[in-house]
């Protein structure tokens, strides 16, 4: 099993499993109703030049996400 990571760390076309979201209140709360919750499979499809912010695929969605929420969201990075 490998080891938790930040969404913010993955790197481009990795795929992952978000494992945790830490915020708390309303951040926390709309992360989860994007579909950001425990156990979804994702992948990484892009990044801005300045790494802000950061795309993902995941539920037959793309999604992006400021480095500020990336930050809350743990994720285990898949193997290919």
């Known amino acids: 099993m490998a080891e938790m ?10 795929k992952g499993v978000i494992r945790m979201v830490t915020g708390d209140g309303e951040l926390g709360r709309r992360i989860r109703d994007m579909g950001i919750v ?28 400021r480095n500020s929420e ?5 994720v285990e990075p898949l193997e290919d």
Request: hydrophobic content about 50%.
């Open 5 to 14: 990571m930040s969404l913010r760390k993955m790197k481009v076309n990795q």
């Open 38 to 65: 425990p156990n979804t499979e994702f992948m990484v499809i892009g990044k801005a030049p300045l790494k802000d912010p950061v795309a993902l695929r995941l539920r037959d969605f793309t999604l992006t996400l």
């Open 70 to 74: 990336a930050d809350i969201i743990f």
